[in-house]
């Protein structure tokens, strides 16, 4: 099978058939653990069928499908997440799924045994809409779920998570058994659409993804002295909300040299009013570096700038860890061999970390694993205008299937 028996046309029309079922005018509509999830999952029940495949649940209510190889264990896993936010995207997640579908179908198709057991997984509830958990499948999978802290959610309605994933015939406590199928894998890969701008600004329709960026999310509290606007002489101002400002700038300026990202996403001010001096201003830092040094010293210069800002100022500065996780980088050979696919299929190639979180950087904890991701016009995504060109799309599926068969093949 070559990246040319995959019929990518054939891929896309099981998309667009999935977001017929499933989305429409107001978006995809498969929240995990939700009617609309249940039918995206038929389906690509009704599509592996189609191939005589059928598919079973894990502890943690990922779908697995087994294409058996020439030597059976362990496997290929390719896969992604059918799972969407409400009023997602027709992609996002719901490519790399289709596109394992129909790597399958070409092997079916061809009568050709693939030389190792390919497993087709769909990860449960990649997007954490219901529960604000992110990743929950593949985190279980990967043996990262802190069942303490997740026994604790509740959806919208008020209803424990143990509750509502019961009616999935998921135990909650005994959702780590995922991690059972871990020796059914050799390698994992992943085809997902970027969900940002930067392969759309550099003319490519494809790139080998490196890992995931690490992130710092920080909260900077500063204190000054609050103030009548009118009768305080600006020489006598403590003024937090101006340090809290300078040191927006600065970061900007640190994210900028060090070829990261920073955001300050939130930023307010005490009292908050038009004739005071604000005396406490707080701001929300968050920081995301794919090298793990360059984050640290990202984190090092931004405190500085900070607490330079407030000396300057009269004022005092704290920060709070709000959240962090490490940078991930996937196995190196299996990056090279995403890298070549692009080349040989789009004839470019490009490596880049992730910006987002993806069932991948779950799976890259315990087993060698790759991505490639598709442009994604405009980088809109999560909503429904979110799509990639048809060109963009064959040319993506069918360096995935390459990167598949090449792999096999090691
Ligand atoms: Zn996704």
Known sequence: VSASAIDAERVIADLRELDRRTGGSDGAQRVAWTEGWRSARSFVGELLGELGIEPDQDAAGNLWARLPGRQPEPGLGLGSHLDSVPGGGWLDGALGVMTAVGVLRAFVQSGRTPARTLWLIDWADEEGAAFGHSLFGSSAFAGMLDLAAVSLLRDREGTPIAEVLAQWDVDLQGALAAGARRDRLRGYLELHIEQGPRLESEGLPVAA?????????????????????????????????????????????IAR?????????????????????????????????????????????????????????????????????????????????????????????????????HDAVAVASVLPVAMIFSASIGGVSHERGEDTSEADLVAAIRTFALLVERTLDD
Not at 213 to 241: I, K, N, Y
Not at 262 to 281: D, E, F, K
Not at 286 to 291: E, S
């Open 257 to 357: 040299s060090a070829g990261g990202v920073a955001t300050v996403g939130s930023l307010s001010l005490q009292p908050g009013i038009a004739t005071a001096v604000p005396g406490q201003a707080e701001l929300l830092l968050d920081l995301r570096h794919a090298d793990a040094a360059e984050l640290a010293s990202m984190l090092a210069a931004s405190l500085s700038a900070a607490r330079g800002s407030a000396e300057e100022r009269g004022c005092e500065m704290r920060s709070e860890l709000v959240w962090s996780a490490p940078g991930t980088a996937f196995d190196a050979h299996l990056v090279d061999c995403a890298r070549a696919a692009c080349r040989t299929i789009a004839g470019t190639e490009r490596t880049l970390p992730s910006g987002a979180l």
């Open 209 to 253: 993804v490196s890992g995931c960026v690490g992130v710092e999310r920080h909260r900077l509290l500063f204190s000054g002295a609050a103030a009548h606007a009118g009768s305080t002489p600006m020489e006598l101002r403590h003024d937090a909300g101006l340090s809290a400002m300078e040191t927006a700038l600065a970061v900007e300026r």
